[in-house]
């Protein structure tokens, strides 16, 4: 049994956590699921999951901390509890949504969840490497889409469960209940290369190359990912094993440079841009006209899909698209094009958006 701490997205998060077949599913507490899952190596590989780790019983407690020198605790008189019944030396309150330092280095994080129960943390969200891609890259727009890092991840994760339901249906896969493989799905079946259309800054290319997916990236524009690529080399967040290749393109036009991913599966993953910036203060009339600007792309966009199946490439695509609070019709829109190019759109409907923003971000899911 296994536990996971949900981020501040939980639908979100609940939709990648399905990567991973999870079974059994209970919440304990708010913000708190519990679980069971065959595949726990790739809880470590989810985006939008603060903390997990799995369960153990009080009783069982003693023996699995016998070595640890201090603990992280949320409720200090749970701590008192343990210092007096099991002997620890020392703890220190956690707060769920946070990371202490000298906890996760040197001691053990638990999880107080029901009756005798505890979760014991052992895999924690990479925030040092969503700080790196958003704030650390030397070429880098406002003009440009900003997409977080972290959403990149869970989109990915999101895209691949969709991919794995994909496959699972085709017919010549002799055993389709071990396609289980995230990076290379192989030899039960094919592996997965990532495609980013507005490649832009690359952020959805440093974070498929973190995860050892192969990459192709194009772009109207595709100066600052060129810029941003010796640098991203460097960190210590770059897999040399994984291949990627970007070329220039204009969304709006045909693709003249024919995608080459062998007998893979294909995964877009790509934001084009939220539009100008909206306050209360912008008009009903400027919320209209920015949808239309960003609809208008995402036709392009939907068109180039459509396109693939001529090479035989029947991709998997997650992406954003902008979020109002009010006067809302590009989902619709998009839904509308898609039938018309016989591709299936399904949305998540939790918004992705930062406190006090105006304008947020909706994933669809396109197959």
């Not at 003009?143 to 959403?151: C, F, R, T």
């Not at 912008?282 to 090479?311: C, G, H």
Request: hydrophobic letters at 40%.
């Amino acid at each position: 049994m296994y536990f996971a701490i949900l981020g501040k997205n939980p639908d979100i998060s609940k939709a990648e956590l399905e990567l991973i077949q999870p079974t059994n599913i209970s919440s304990p507490k708010k913000g708190i699921i519990t679980f069971d899952t065959n595949k726990p190596e790739l809880i470590s590989t989810l985006g939008g999951i603060i903390k997990a780790g799995s369960i153990v019983k009080e009783k069982d407690l003693p023996e699995v901390l016998k070595d640890v020198k201090i603990i992280g605790i949320k409720e200090i008189a749970n701590g008192k509890h343990l210092k007096q019944t099991i002997g620890i030396k020392r703890f220190k309150t956690v707060d769920f949504f946070h990371t202490d330092k000298e906890i996760k280095e040197k001691g053990m994080e638990l999880i107080n969840l029901w009756n005798g129960d505890y979760g014991r943390v052992e895999w924690y969200q990479n925030i040092p490497l969503y700080e790196t891609i958003d704030f650390d890259k030397p070429a880098r727009s406002m003009h440009m889409g900003m997409m977080p890092a972290k959403l990149t991840h869970m989109m990915i994760n999101i895209g691949l469960h969709s991919l794995k339901s994909k496959v699972h249906k085709v017919e010549w896969l002799d055993r389709p209940e071990d396609l289980i493989d995230l990076k290379t799905w192989r030899p039960d079946g094919p592996s997965t290369v990532i495609y980013d259309p507005f490649v832009w800054s690359g952020t959805t290319w440093f974070l498929a190359n973190t995860l050892g997916f192969e990459f192709i990236g194009s772009d109207i524009n595709i100066s600052y990912v060129e810029q941003n690529a010796k640098w991203r080399a460097k960190t210590p967040f770059a897999n040399s094993k994984s291949d990627f290749q970007i070329f220039q393109h204009d969304i709006t036009t045909p693709l003249t440079n024919k995608i080459d991913i062998a007998d893979s599966q294909l995964l877009i993953i790509s934001e084009w841009r939220l539009g100008p910036i909206v306050t209360a203060r912008t008009s009903p009339e400027t919320i209209q006209r920015n949808q239309k600007e960003v609809l208008d792309m995402y036709k392009a966009f939907l068109q180039r899909i459509k396109e693939l199946s001529t090479w035989n490439i029947q991709p998997v695509t997650v992406i954003t698209i902008p979020y109002y609070q009010t006067d809302n019709f590009l989902e619709k829109e998009l839904v509308i094009v898609a039938q018309k190019f016989w591709l299936s759109l399904s949305s998540i409907s939790e918004i992705y958006q930062r406190e006090n923003q105006k304008i947020g971000r909706k994933i669809l899911i396109i197959s």
